[in-house]
Structure formats: structure tokens, C-alpha cells
């Protein structure tokens, strides 16, 4: 079983424009299955499940999907939070929060003050979320503790390196060990760079909408015929 699992959630604009849909209609299906996917990930025990929810290219799509997406993210929350809590889920988010609307940060907050001390798995939303935002950030946190005196060039490790990426409260288990894609596009689009050093990849075909549970355990069913030597032999 993956410690982490990080998910790609693709395909939604084009799960509802191939039924008559307008796009907005995949996200609300979306959502459903971001539910499913919480669950059966608690269940099984997984230990991260990191959702990419928003890149920071997403800020291009008009205005109206903005607003759903938003829309949908505040309401998920404030039905969920009771339920994650009663699941010991701790809520984490990444990315360039501060571009969201007050409205929606708000939401995000309550839920992680609230959530705070449940430890039984975390789950992380990506939201305004890019791969090399995050590793230069972490850059500038080295530079700043280096010129002010708190680290020493010869002490920055892969370590010093991860303690300053904005996973390091997943601690050990910030490191992906699977990473799915769904919809059948086999790109990573800057999603966790630094972290999926040493995932396996899955790149099922379905769309997001239809990424129920029985999908996500055949992901786990092929991830557990790899064979993963992290380059040993
Ligand atoms: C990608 O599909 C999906 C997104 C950009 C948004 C994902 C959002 C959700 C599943 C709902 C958000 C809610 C919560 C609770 C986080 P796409 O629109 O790019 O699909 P396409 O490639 O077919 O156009």
C-alpha cells in the first residue's frame, strides 16, 4: 500500500461537454469523487493523499468556472469537515493561497484550525498550486536562514531542502510513492517536482468524474506489481 498517493484530477471539462454538459458540470461530479477517493484512501489506510485541485495555469479559465470551482470548494468544506474529523483527517493546503478569494480562504482556515489535531491521514488540496513556485521558495527560505545566520551553506541537505517545501508538515510521508493521473494525459503539469522523485506512475484512462473507488484500487492493484528498487537492484 502507497504511504502517499497524489492525484492528477483530469478530465472534468471533458466528461460534461461529451454528455451535453457545460464544463462546470465535470466539477460538481468532481467532487463526488474527491469524497469517494477521501474515504476508501482512509480505509485502506493510506497516510497522505495530496489532491491537485488549482494550478497557478488555471488562473486563465473565464470567470465563471473560477467562480464554481470556488463555490464548490467552500461547500465541500463546510459539509466535510464534521465527517474528516470523525476520521481523525487533517487538512492541509499548498500552494499560493493568498491569490484565493477572502471568502474561500476564510473556509480553508476555519478547517484547518479546526482539524488541527486529527492524525490519522492527512489530505492536502493543491490549490494555486505550481511545482517550481514551491521549490523557489524554498530557495529563498535556505538563502534567508544562510545570510542571517541560522544554516550553514555546508549543512543544507535534502532534508534542510524538504523542511522547507510547503509538504514538510506531511514529514515522513512527504514523499509521493503514487502518483495518478487520470484521463490518460501522461504529464505531471508541475505537480510535486521535488516530492515525486521516486514515484510510480498511473496514468488510467478514465475522466475524473468516473475515477470511483473500484478505479482507485486497481491503481493500487498495479502499483503493488511494481517493482521498486529506488536504484538499487
Ligand atoms: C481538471 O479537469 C480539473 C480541475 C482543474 C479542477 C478539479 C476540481 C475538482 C475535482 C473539484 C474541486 C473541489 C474540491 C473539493 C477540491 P479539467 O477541467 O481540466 O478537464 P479537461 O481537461 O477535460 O478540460
Not at 510535486?192 to 484500487?217: M, N
Request: charged share 30%.
Amino acid at each position: 500500500m502507497p504511504k502517499h498517493i497524489a492525484i492528477i484530477m483530469d478530465g472534468n471539462g471533458r466528461w460534461a461537454q461529451a454528455r451535453g454538459y457545460p464544463r462546470f458540470y465535470g466539477h460538481i461530479r468532481g467532487v463526488t469523487r474527491v469524497k469517494e477517493v477521501v474515504r476508501t484512501s482512509r480505509e485502506l489506510g493510506v497516510k497522505a493523499l495530496t489532491l491537485y485541485a488549482f494550478s497557478t495555469e488555471n488562473w486563465k479559465r473565464p470567470e465563471d468556472e473560477l467562480k464554481v470551482l470556488w463555490a464548490l470548494l467552500r461547500k465541500y468544506i463546510r459539509k466535510e469537515v464534521k465527517e474528516l474529523k470523525k476520521n481523525g483527517i487533517r487538512l492541509h493546503v499548498i500552494g499560493e493561497i493568498e491569490r484565493l478569494p477572502e471568502a474561500a480562504q476564510r473556509e480553508l482556515k476555519g478547517a484547518l484550525e479546526e482539524l488541527s489535531d486529527c492524525s490519522e491521514m492527512h489530505l492536502t488540496f493543491a490549490l494555486s498550486y505550481g511545482g517550481r513556485t514551491e521549490i523557489l521558495d524554498a530557495a529563498r527560505k535556505i538563502v534567508s536562514d544562510c545570510s542571517e545566520g541560522r544554516l550553514n551553506i555546508s549543512d543544507i541537505s535534502e532534508k534542510v531542502f524538504s523542511d522547507r517545501l510547503w509538504t514538510s508538515p506531511l514529514g515522513e510521508y512527504a514523499d509521493v510513492d503514487l502518483m495518478i493521473r487520470t484521463s490518460g494525459e501522461q504529464r505531471l503539469s508541475n505537480f510535486l517536482l521535488w516530492q515525486c522523485s521516486y514515484a510510480e506512475f498511473d496514468f488510467p484512462a478514465v475522466l475524473w468524474p468516473d475515477f470511483t473507488s473500484e478505479e482507485l484500487k486497481k491503481s493500487l492493484q498495479r502499483f503493488g506489481e511494481r517493482n521498486r528498487r529506488f536504484g538499487g537492484v
